[in-house]
């Protein structure tokens, strides 16, 4: 077995557990339907045939929309496996197949690389490491982030609870990005304060040392600063209205095997690194709802909880 299918593999046995007969749906777009393929027989072995394949045209960033007949298939599902360019993560199609009791994993962008890397990994230290994050992130009331660069961010996340992504997607109505390895809150609406700095993700790649400053007023960003990068984010925003800008997560990777490469669903998940979002944060809890959900990674983050320090220059220090 190669790598690539040693991965598959482990999302299939490990991270989802699928079980004989149990209803799994596989969806890739057209860019990824080589690694949908693998998925696809893999989940179809583990579920003893009882595996559905639909492949769809490639999605695009701008506004995500899925043919009709897919949310209908999600209804009948036990375990969705999505693999399509643009994320499927927060939609309301996927949070409702949850809801009804689906478990679904989403790989949005995943390449070949990065399956092989990151996702044949130590679940267990995940899993320890981003439920002991979420569980501080529940209980605290403010969170100051600092990084090298210059963010300086004041949250609040008094009574938000924090969310895990452990990549074990083992219960009904769970679910995960894979890579796998974080621990998130969403700040409360209106209330956070700064400067994010933004090294990686929202169009920058790390390579090209370029970064995007954020300015973050009543828990919205109110000015988007940098290169060119910076101007099309804001572009890109205008096109959903005022809600796109609302602050909607602040999280820290997890992954000891994930790298900063350019890939923000694996950037995001790198042990050390930090990473906030904007737009929608209902799948976190919060009461955003709109068509977009965009994360920038921070480099070597700083993180005091209720004047607690929990990480220094990206090491932890629980």
Not at 153 to 165: E, F, N, S, V
Not at 218 to 226: D, L
Request: proline residues 4%; glycine residues 10%.
């Amino acid at each position: 077995m190669g790598r690539l299918e040693r991965a598959v593999h482990v999302a299939v046995h490990t991270c989802l557990a699928i079980k004989r007969g149990e209803r799994v749906v596989v969806v890739a777009d057209d860019p990824k339907a080589h690694l949908g393929q693998l998925f696809y027989q893999a989940a179809s072995h583990a579920s003893h045939r009882n595996a559905v394949y639909a492949q769809i045209p490639e999605l695009r960033p701008h506004r995500v929309e899925i043919p009709a007949s897919l949310p209908e298939l999600f209804a009948a599902a036990d375990v969705l496996i999505l693999l399509t360019s643009v994320s499927l993560s927060h939609t309301e199609a996927r949070r409702k197949a949850c809801r009804r009791g689906a478990r679904a994993i989403s790989l949005p962008g995943i390449t070949a690389e990065t399956l092989e890397r990151a996702v044949d990994v130590d679940y267990d230290f995940i899993l320890e490491r981003s439920r002991k994050l979420a569980d501080i992130f529940t209980i605290g009331s403010r969170m100051h982030v600092t990084t090298p660069a210059g963010t300086d961010l004041q949250l609040t996340i008094r009574r938000r609870k924090g969310y895990a992504d452990t990549g074990l997607v083992h219960e009904s109505g769970n679910f995960s990005n894979l890579p796998a390895g974080e621990a998130a809150v969403s700040p409360l609406e209106g209330k956070s304060e700064g400067v994010a700095v933004i090294e990686s993700g929202m169009g920058l790649h790390p390579d090209e040392g370029k970064t995007i400053t954020i300015r973050i007023r009543e828990g919205r960003a109110v000015r988007i600063e940098g290169s060119e990068e910076a101007r099309k984010l804001s572009r890109f925003l205008s096109g959903f209205g005022p809600a796109a800008r609302v602050l909607a997560e602040f999280g820290v990777g997890t992954n000891p095997r994930a790298k900063v490469t350019g890939l923000t669903l694996e950037d995001e998940k790198a042990l050390g690194t930090a990473h906030v979002a904007l737009g929608n944060n209902v799948s976190f809890g919060g009461k955003n709802e709109v068509g977009v959900h965009i994360d920038g990674v921070m480099l070597k983050p700083t993180v005091e909880i209720d004047d607690r320090l929990i990480i220094k220059d990206g090491e932890f220090v629980l």
